[in-house]
């Protein structure tokens, strides 16, 4: 008691000096407050609005409001912000005992402040003093090698990094071999993912590509590595791939990836077959608004590889820093645009946990993370707004190789090589519904895919006509020469339509043609591989 009685005199004493006083002050943040009471404001910091400067700008884009202590007074402290004056509607920024608090990036405007003192033995706030400031949302900075970032700012990667967008708010999922998830590079923008291999929920990265590809999207700034396209998207594993890339593992994660919110999937895998069962998952994304990026493949012929050869698909080829189509990047009629895929760096497992790339494999990612820029600027972008906009706006690179090939689109580098800056330039765009109608999820192929020249051993995979009444989602009786035969089914995934038989090994084909031959049977096919690129 007699120390709060203590208190209490002080406090008086002071306030009687500072009424004597009564004169206002500047603070030295430029934001005029009044000096009536014991708790002043100092400054608030902005951060650096300048983009690429190579200083020791700090990378966070929060500001850092900090006030002058009175612990003799005072227990702790708490900081609220509004955008009333009369603070009719504040919110609370922290509550600490330090003499300093982070504020969010996410404002702009006018904002007021108030740090309030508190006394433990006191029902509420004693004294406080107010701040009026002007917060201008800035852009990332960042102090990553630039010489081996080229394709960053070739891209226009950096257009990208408001403090407010950057992909925030988005998540990209990337369907590959897992992902280094102690990477400090990749951790602040890890979610919790899937192993469609093992089936379980550990994700880690044994090979290193989906790493590297993770890192190409995702890498956040933190100027000790590299960067990626959208550095503050957040980023779903989906291990899909060991030595290889089932179809029913890709086809599984693309439908978990949906399920589990991603806006943009990310395919750096190609297969020279293709697949209804992947093509119904692709159907499935396309139609609940997910962007799908895949890589076009690595061949150097006219053929774009599967699934970028599906329509609902941007299939990208790789250019390198002279932005010429890569030599070994395939090309056709299915390429929708190029980005950058020679010599990337990027983040992997292994010390000293950077290195140089290259493939088709490389450039999608560009293009996943620009997608997730532009949906974390305009949220309200459709798919197919978001993929016209980034095939509309690219930049148009006439293939030195082959002059015939001139302005606008071509083979080789579809519409252009990426362009950040100017499909960012394009926003906003009107709210509008699609202009591609949602796909059905029995949108297969009617003819039968032919066969891939590897598969798993002992497993084949079919879909059900639907039977009327139906729902997908609903298990129908199993084809009947399966049942006869005492085989079991699984589902590929949980509520997708589409099932895998394990039959005996050494009888793949003669069961796909059997069940082909089945009138209850949409189609069969056997489970091939995607490789990564």
């Given at each position: ?35 009536y ?51 009719g ?30 006394i ?66 990749l ?21 290193g ?19 990626g ?45 293709p ?14 608004n ?119 689109w ?25 202009d ?55 589902r ?19 069961w ?16 091939g ?5």
């Amino acid at each position: 008691m007699r120390r709060a009685i203590n208190r209490l005199i002080r406090l008086a004493c002071l306030v009687a000096v500072v009424l004597a006083l009564h004169a206002p002050v500047v603070a030295q943040g430029g934001g005029p407050y009044q000096l009536y009471m014991p708790l002043v404001l100092d400054k608030v910091d902005l951060p650096q609005p300048s983009i690429l400067a190579l200083n020791n700008a700090p990378t966070s884009c929060d500001y850092i409001i900090r006030w002058q202590t009175l612990s003799n007074y005072y227990d702790s402290y708490e900081v609220q912000r509004s955008q009333d004056a009369d603070f009719g509607n504040s919110v609370t920024v922290c509550i600490t005992t330090a003499g300093e608090c982070t504020v969010p990036a996410e404002l702009d405007g006018t904002w007021y402040f108030r740090v309030s003192g508190r006394i433990a033995s006191q029902p509420s706030n004693v004294w406080s003093s107010t701040y009026t400031a002007t917060l201008r949302t800035g852009m990332l900075v960042y102090n990553e090698n630039t010489t081996q970032l080229w394709n960053m700012p070739r891209v226009g990667a950096p257009s990208g990094w408001s403090c407010i967008s950057a992909g925030r708010g988005v998540t990209v999922a990337v369907l590959d071999t897992g992902i280094y998830t102690q990477h400090p590079d990749l951790v602040p923008n890890l979610l919790a993912g899937y192993n469609f291999v093992d089936g379980n929920t550990i994700v880690d990265d044994l090979n290193g590509h989906g790493t590297h590809v993770s890192g190409i999207i995702a890498a956040a700034i933190n100027n000790g590595g590299v960067v990626g396209v959208a550095p503050r998207v957040s980023l779903l594993p989906v291990k899909v791939c060991g030595s290889n890339c089932p179809w029913d593992a890709v086809a599984a994660g693309i439908r978990y990836a949906v399920d589990h919110g991603a806006r943009v999937i990310n395919l750096s895998l190609a297969g020279t077959t293709p697949s209804d069962t992947l093509y119904e998952a692709i159907s499935y994304a396309y139609s609940h608004n997910v962007v799908l990026i895949a890589a076009a493949g690595n061949y150097d012929n006219d053929t774009v590889r599967y699934p970028a050869a599906y329509t609902e698909t941007l299939s990208v080829a790789a250019t390198d820093i002279n932005d010429l189509r890569a030599t070994w990047s395939s090309y056709g009629p299915n390429t929708d645009l190029a980005a950058p895929g020679v010599n990337i760096s990027s983040t992997v497992p292994n010390s000293p946990y950077y290195a140089l790339k290259l493939g088709t494999s490389m450039a999608a990612p560009h293009v996943a993370g620009a997608a997730a820029i532009l949906i974390s600027a305009q949220p309200s972008l459709t798919a197919v707004q978001a993929r016209n906009l980034i095939t509309s706006t690219a930049r148009d690179l006439v293939y030195s190789g082959n002059p015939s090939y001139g302005a606008g689109w071509d083979p080789y580098t579809g519409w252009g090589r990426l362009d950040v800056t100017a499909a960012l330039a394009r926003l906003p765009l009107a709210a509008v519904a699609s202009d591609d109608p949602p796909l059905s999820a029995e949108a297969w192929s009617s003819a039968a895919s032919p066969h891939p020249t590897s598969y798993v051993a002992g497993e084949v995979l079919y879909a059900l006509v639907k039977e009327p009444g139906l729902t997908p989602q609903a298990a129908p009786l199993a084809p009947l020469a399966l049942a006869r035969a005492g085989i079991r089914s699984r589902r590929v995934a949980a509520g997708m339509p589409v099932w895998v038989a394990e039959v005996p090994r050494g009888q793949e084909k003669a069961w796909v043609e059997r069940l082909r031959n089945d009138p209850r049977v949409a189609y069969a096919e056997l489970n091939g591989f995607l490789e990564l690129q």
